[in-house]
């Protein structure tokens, strides 16, 4: 780790030099709502019967709370089980909820909110477009939309960019990139590649494609069958890969160079670059899946600038526009070529206020100093982890790059969700709901890093307490 450490920063110095071209897993859960005697499907691997109005460990909540929860009930699929608080503000990396009490975010919407709450240049990026211009869908062209790709365009090793609403869309769209190029680069082929290699512990999204890619086998089993042809193997496992892509067979290798939702797991120089290098033998292409640990959560912008091995596809989403909804699939030119009218398309993608969104966001997390601030406060985020929750025994590892950090433990992390919650932390879980998740929004203080930390600490105890019953 140390290694990778200091691969990041050299990352943030490569970055500074090319830039002058210009990870819930939700575990599975039932919740049954008492009130409306409805079980609600979620995500934690248990059946939880709680009244309203009441959190875990039946700590009560106010009742205005309580009153938009119900109501929540009533209306809404049940596919999420919610933590039991109800957000109304937020402001940097504080959120309040509808009672006023606040709570440190150390989740940011999932990896997404990288500038935090508020932001002022965001706000006036947003409120600006919206007063001018939001939506001509992509029959016309838009200014910002343009502005954007030249800008990711400028900043990555790719040449054109597709946008898209969401990171599942943007695998989506790799996926059919990924087949469209293979027709396109082997005419006289009866039957081209069409198959695709994924790894243990990854996600890609919850649509048919990426979903047929993500290895966890509770998302896909209740919508058998998926898209056929996908072949998992273990990550970082280069003599499994050496056995399975294969010129005329394998369309397409999808890995995240991080994995989010997977355990907050890196992968190794030599495992990507094996893979690059067995993609271009067997005329595939290389797909990094940079939704969650992309865009300056490693410390570099892209995740894989830290390991030196560039991709022929990446896919984007969660901070690029600072929790509007966008996504993008950015490609080389000879992926570009195979596509023509009419093979992809979408109404909202790219839309002008979307678009100014996200370059205000590019703006700031693009900046080499802030990059290198990402990485710094990462390797400090996990230095006091280490000296408050290293001697713990249920503590395995504490792991991550820049501001993407787990802990391993050797139990359910769900308790200690909890505890800290109840003591205004608001963390992730991943893995298999045994690694705590911590993605703060990138503009976090050394001052808040240590005020989370010193939480932790103090609520780890609720482990044994759970155990012990």
């Known amino acids: 780790m140390a290694a990778l450490d200091s691969m990041l920063l050299q990352a943030a110095i490569h970055h500074q030099l090319r830039s002058s ?42 009742g205005r709370s309580k009153e938009v929860i119900e109501e929540e009930a009533k209306v809404i699929v049940g596919t999420y089980a919610r933590t039991p608080v109800v957000l109304a503000s937020g402001k940097g990396c504080s959120l309040y909820d509808v009672e ?21 240049d965001w706000v006036k990026a947003v409120t600006g477009q919206a007063g001018v211009l939001t939506h001509v869908s992509n029959l016309y062209y838009s200014v910002p939309q343009i502005e954007l790709a030249k800008r990711l365009v400028a900043t990555s090793f790719a040449d054109r960019v597709f946008f898209t609403n969401s990171g599942t869309e943007a695998n989506e769209a790799a996926i059919k990139f990924s087949r469209k190029f293979q027709r396109h680069s082997n005419p006289d082929a009866k039957e081209p590649a069409i198959e695709f290699i994924a790894f243990s512990n990854s996600f890609h999204g919850r649509t048919m494609g990426a979903l047929a890619l993500t290895s966890k086998e509770h998302y896909r089993t209740p919508f058998q069958p998926v898209m056929p042809g996908v072949t998992f193997l273990e990550y970082g496992n280069i003599e499994a890969a050496k056995e399975v892509i294969k010129r005329g067979k394998t ?32 005329g595939a292409l290389l797909v990094y899946d940079e939704v969650q640990c992309g865009l300056g959560r490693a410390g570099s912008l892209w995740a894989h600038e830290v390991y030196g091995v560039y991709p022929d ?13 966008i996504g993008a699939a950015l490609v080389t030119e000879r992926v570009a070529s195979a596509i023509e009218y009419g093979d992809h398309g979408s109404t909202f993608a790219g839309s002008p206020l979307v678009c100014n969104a996200a370059l205000a966001v590019l703006d700031k997390i693009s900046q080499p100093h802030f990059l290198s601030s990402v990485a710094e406060k990462g390797q400090y985020l996990k230095k006091l982890l280490t000296a408050k929750l290293g001697s713990n025994p249920h503590v395995k590892e504490i792991r991550g790059l820049g501001l993407i950090v787990g802990i391993d433990l050797d139990v359910s992390a769900s308790p200690l969700v909890d505890a800290c919650r109840e003591s205004g932390l608001l963390i992730l879980t991943a893995g298999k709901g045994n690694v705590v998740r911590l993605v703060p929004p ?20 609720a482990l044994d307490k759970v155990n012990q019953k």
């Not at 596809?313 to 909804?325: E, N, Q, R, V, Y």
């Not at 990138?442 to 105890?461: C, G, Y």
């Open 100 to 120: 006023g009490k606040e709570y440190l975010d150390m989740g940011s919407g999932i990896a997404v909110n990288a500038l935090g709450h508020g932001d002022e």
């Open 251 to 282: 369309a397409a290798v999808f890995v995240e160079p991080i994995q989010g939702e997977g355990g907050i797991l890196s992968a190794t120089k030599q495992f990507l670059q094996f893979l690059r290098d067995a993609c271009d033998e067997a």
């Open 21 to 62: 071209r210009d990870l819930f897993i939700k575990p599975s859960i039932n919740l049954r709502c008492v009130s409306c005697r409805k079980v609600v499907s979620g995500c934690l691997n248990a059946e939880v019967e709680r009244k309203v109005g009441e959190g875990p460990g039946n700590v009560r909540f106010g």
């Open 442 to 461: 990138l503009i976090i203080t050394k001052e808040e890093l240590e005020r989370a930390s010193n939480i932790l600490a103090e609520s780890i105890p």
């Open 313 to 325: 596809i990446m896919t984007l989403a969660k901070p690029l526009a600072g929790g509007l909804p």
